[in-house]
Nanobody
Framework: QVQLVESGGGLVQAGGSLRLSCAAS????????MGWFRQAPGKEREWVAA????????YYADSVKGRFTISRDNAKNTVYLQMNSLKPEDTAVYYC??????????????????WGQGTQVTVSS
């Protein structure tokens, strides 16, 4: 089992940047594809980005492509989401997730096996 703890959320002005981190417990972090999802009030959960076990492959939702970057450090059991050029519509609770399947499948199915508790990101206009 994997436990995930997100950090790095907060309040930022439009055009600003934030970096989210997700620390994973356990010795099998590199066995999981990792991803980020978000959920805005009144909206369904939305897949944002995913990264393969080795970190060599990354996938992004069209809404964040070119602005967000997902990365991972398997030695530190941590996955990151660098968010640049933030927009008010990026406001949401952001969740880290781990999947036994592939990163590509995570993006297609919008599903995962383990979830963090979420961190709030608020972008003011």
């Amino acid at each position: 089992q994997v436990q995930l703890v997100e950090s790095g959320g907060g309040l930022v002005q439009a055009g600003g940047s934030l970096r989210l981190s997700c620390a994973a417990s356990g010795r099998t972090f590199s066995s999981y594809a990792m991803g980020w999802f978000r959920q805005a009030p009144g909206k369904e959960r939305e897949w944002v980005a995913a990264i393969s076990r080795s970190g060599g492959l990354t996938y992004y939702a069209d809404s964040v492509k070119g602005r967000f970057t997902i990365s991972r450090d398997n030695a530190k059991n941590t996955v990151y989401l660098q968010m640049n050029s933030l927009k008010p519509e990026d406001t949401a609770v952001y969740y880290c997730a781990a999947a036994r399947g592939t990163a590509q499948a995570m993006g297609v199915t919008s599903n995962a096996d383990y979830w963090g508790q979420g961190t709030q990101v608020t972008v003011s206009s």
